[in-house]
C-alpha cells in the first residue's frame, strides 16, 4: 500500500460552548491539518506514472479547505444569540457556521468527509490544535 501525507494551516478563533473552563471563551489557534491518502495502484502511464496522485493535486485540495477557514470565527450553529450573530455579522467579521462543537474530534471528521467527497482516497485527518495537541479521525 502506498501513503502519501501533506499538511496545510489555518489561523481561526473558536469557543466551545458549555465548557466548563477557558476554552468556553473566544480564542484562537494556528490549526494544523495533516491528510493522508492511500492506495494500492499507481498511476501507469503519462505525465502522473509513478504518482498515487501528484503532490500538488492533493496539496491545493487541503490547502483550499484549510484557507477557507481561515481568519474566520468557527462557531456551533445554535450557539450564539441571534442579536450576537447579528451583531458580527454587521460588524463584517468572517464567521464559518458549522453544525457540530468545533473540537479538534470534529472538525477532523469534517475535514475527511470534505476531502473524501471530494474523490480523494482518505485514509486519516489529523488536526492539531495546538503543536502538543492534536485528534485525528481515520476511515472505517
Ligand atoms: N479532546 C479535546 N479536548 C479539548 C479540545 C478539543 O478539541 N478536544 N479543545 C479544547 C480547547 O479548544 C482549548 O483551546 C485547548 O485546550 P488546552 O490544551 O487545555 O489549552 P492550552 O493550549 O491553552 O493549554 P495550556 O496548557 O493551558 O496553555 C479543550 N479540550
Ligand atoms: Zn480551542
Known amino acids: 500500500m502506498y501513503h502519501l ?15 466548563n473552563g477557558k476554552c468556553a471563551n473566544i480564542h484562537g489557534h494556528s490549526w494544523k491539518i ?9 498511476q501507469q ?5 509513478g504518482m498515487l496522485i501528484d503532490f500538488g ?12 477557514f481561515d481568519h474566520t470565527l468557527i462557531y456551533e450553529k445554535g450557539s450564539l444569540k441571534a442579536a450576537t450573530l447579528a451583531a458580527l455579522k454587521d460588524e463584517g467579521f468572517s464567521l464559518t ?29 489529523t488536526v492539531y490544535e495546538t503543536p502538543e495537541n492534536c485528534a485525528y479521525y481515520e476511515g472505517e
Request: glycine fraction near 6%; charge should be negative.
Open 5 to 19: 501525507k501533506t499538511e496545510a494551516h489555518f489561523d481561526s478563533a473558536h469557543f466551545l460552548a458549555g465548557y
Open 97 to 125: 457556521e458549522v453544525d457540530f462543537r468545533p473540537t479538534a474530534e470534529n472538525l477532523s471528521r469534517h475535514f475527511y468527509d470534505m476531502l473524501t467527497a471530494q474523490g480523494l482516497p482518505v485514509s486519516r485527518i
Open 57 to 68: 493535486d492533493f496539496k491545493k485540495a487541503v490547502r483550499r479547505l484549510a484557507d477557507s
Open 34 to 42: 495533516e491528510a493522508e491518502i492511500l492506495g494500492s495502484e499507481l
Open 45 to 49: 502511464a503519462g505525465e502522473k506514472r
